[in-house]
């Protein structure tokens, strides 16, 4: 069994392997909008959790921009953080991120210090915040600019909160996350690369089925040498990354070495190319897999087909794999656990009052069926969701070893002036049970002790093995008299 090459770049991301780094050819299409939803996902070597809504009206003109974004910041970390926040940690966590980043810059940083007392009054305490980043752009603004030291206060006052999960999102990552929401959407070729630290060699890991790159022949492991005459072994993945996508009808000349052979080049025209995030397959004995690899706008609609299909091959039983999967739409958790979970809840969210917030099935589940769920110590967030639902309902079993551990939920805001944006925890989250997973993770049914690279090595991975010989076993019981 292969793995999806997109879980292989989600894998890569958190264990050490033998590319630095698996991606896409991105395009970034649309901001997110309008719902609040969970998301985890995996960028730049970190994985990042968060849910998307509260988008502000974007004033990019405004010359207070700013202090807006300052303000903007201050009040929805005051307002929607999901433990009580001292505004003194806020003001002089400000005041760090400024001074660190002008000492970045080289400058010895002359702000004002926090005032010692302060009483969480938030309009004076607000005042005092945009009275320091004022400062910090009358003395360093021509020198640095206003828009960085806007974003280092920004990360300042986040970062005293403590919180990984509370953080600012630069433009770039904005970007990079709301395609991933979206699975793709890009104008590109359909291909993932990846490139070895040591010989700097960009590499096709694998083409997506049925996309211009498959159509043109290309192959895994062949060695992109330029793009349209520029030189790969120079660059970065991201700047290779970049001159592969571009518009929907457009050309892309590769050169490409494949083993011994000669290099060779291949005239692409890019299309609009959606990434999947379900693998599916019959694995004999009438067991259907099912790989998920994240939780996006269209992975419910994926899984559901998927399962149609299988089933008119003659499943009998499932396997869902939700290993290295980091997570991703809170509503896609809520979606794939109805296609197992037949009523009842599926996750239940508590903010900081103390208010539950219980989601249902759907509904629409498929007729009951052996099902085993494989998880490993990167099945993080939304992944979490679903596995405990399907083990707190007991339509299924969990095998592989204890899951991540990510029980709390993030709200991202846009910011003022549009492309940046703040992430801050805002509830936590508890499985149908009741169960409080937050750094504690979900213990399988049936522990399978296994390095997460085996995965990619099929004769090594013991997990699934593990899930086969289990459903063999119910559906053996099942036929008997």
Do not use: C, W
Not at 169 to 179: D, V
Not at 248 to 256: D, H, I, N
Not at 392 to 403: N, P, Q, Y
């Amino acid at each position: 069994m292969s793995l999806n090459p997109r879980a292989l770049a989600a894998l890569t991301a958190v264990i050490v392997a033998a590319l630095a780094a698996l991606t896409l050819e991105k395009h970034y299409v649309r901001p997110v909008a309008g719902h609040d939803s969970l998301l985890a996902f995996t960028t730049n070597g970190e994985r990042r959790d968060f849910a998307v809504g509260g988008m502000p009206v974007s004033r990019a003109d405004d010359p207070r921009n700013g202090i807006d974004v300052l303000d903007f910041t201050f009040d929805k970390v005051r307002g929607s953080y999901y433990k009580p926040v001292v505004d003194a940690d806020l003001l002089n966590g400000e005041r760090k991120g400024l001074t660190d980043f002008l000492k970045s810059k080289h400058f010895s940083a002359q702000l004002p210090g926090v005032p010692v007392g302060l009483q969480n009054d938030a309009s004076a305490d607000e005042t005092q915040a945009n009275d320091m980043l004022t400062q910090a752009f009358n003395k360093y603004g021509s020198k640095v600019g206003d828009q960085d030291l806007s974003f280092a206060a920004v990360s300042g006052m986040l970062g005293s909160l403590g919180d990984p999960y509370t953080v600012f999102l630069a433009p770039r990552e904005m970007r990079s996350l709301t395609e991933l929401i979206n699975g793709g959407d890009f104008g590109g070729i359909g291909v993932y690369i990846g490139q070895d630290p040591k010989t700097r060699q960009t590499m096709i890991i694998e083409p997506i089925l049925g996309t211009p790159a498959d159509r043109a022949g290309l192959r895994p492991g062949d060695i992109i040498v330029s793009v349209d005459g520029r030189l790969t072994k120079s660059l970065g993945l991201d700047p290779v990354m970049n001159v592969i996508r571009g518009r929907a009808g457009s050309t892309v000349q590769l050169l490409v070495k494949r083993g011994n052979a000669p290099a060779k080049v291949y005239t692409v025209v890019r299309e609009q190319i959606h990434v999947p995030s379900v693998q599916s397959k019959m694995l004999g004995d009438g067991v259907g897999y099912i790989q998920l690899v994240d939780f996006g706008d269209t992975s419910a609609k994926e899984v559901s087909t998927a399962l149609d299909t299988l089933l008119r091959k003659g499943a009998k039983a499932f396997i869902l794999d939700l290993r290295n999967n980091g997570g991703g739409l809170l509503q896609a958790a809520v979606d794939v656990s109805s296609k197992f979970v037949a009523d009842g809840p599926i996750v239940s969210t508590i903010d900081r009052q103390g208010q539950v917030t219980t989601q249902d099935a759907n509904q629409d589940a498929i007729a009951p069926h052996p099902l085993a769920v494989l998880v490993n110590q990167y099945s993080a967030s939304a992944s979490e969701i679903t596995a405990g639902a399907i083990q707190d309902s007991k339509a299924g079993v969990l095998i592989g070893t204890k899951t991540f551990g990510k029980g709390v939920v993030q709200t991202i805001f846009d910011l003022p002036g549009g492309g940046s944006a703040i992430k801050v925890t805002t509830a936590r989250y508890v499985t149908p049970s009741g169960r409080d997973i937050n750094k504690k993770g979900i213990a399988p049914n049936v522990s399978v002790p296994m390095d997460p690279r085996a995965i990619i090595q099929p004769k090594k991975d013991v997990q699934l093995k593990a899930a086969l010989d289990y459903l063999k076993k119910q559906l053996a019981l099942s036929s008997k008299p």
